[in-house]
């Protein structure tokens, strides 16, 4: 079992850099493929990034490409996820998830769920 909690939202304005943070504990990090998922206002939940756990590959939508970076240190059991040239509609709250299955979390089920931290971006 792995328990996750996700920090690092905030207020920022439109352009602006924020860092997300999942801290985990339990299990071997290391055997986890990491999600990135964001749920805006009125809207459904939404993977928009991963690391998995075999040898660090990443996915992103192409909503966040080429501005959003996800890394993970094993030593240190995190996951992060650098949010670059941050956009109004960038604005949710954003859940780290984890699961053995790469494919569980592509369909959005995820076996664990950390909480979520909202990130406002202002325009």
């Known amino acids: 079992e792995v328990q996750l909690q996700a920090s690092g939202g905030g207020l920022v304005q439109a352009g602006d850099s924020l860092r997300l943070s999942c801290a985990a504990s339990?299990?071997?990090?290391?055997?986890?493929?990491i999600g990135w998922f964001r749920q805006a206002p009125g809207k459904g939940r939404e993977e928009i990034s991963c690391i998995n756990n075999f040898d660090g590959s990443t996915y992103y939508d192409d909503s966040v490409k080429g501005r959003f970076t996800v890394s993970r240190d094993n030593t240190k059991n995190a996951a992060n996820l650098q949010m670059n040239s941050l956009k109004p509609e960038d604005t949710a709250n954003y859940y780290c998830?984890?699961?053995?299955?790469?494919?569980?979390?592509?369909?959005?089920?995820?076996?664990?769920w950390g909480q979520g931290t909202l990130v406002t971006v202002s325009s």
């Open positions: 998830a984890a699961d053995m299955s790469v494919f569980r979390l592509y369909i959005g089920r995820p076996e664990y």
């Open positions: 339990g299990d071997s990090f290391g055997d986890y493929c």
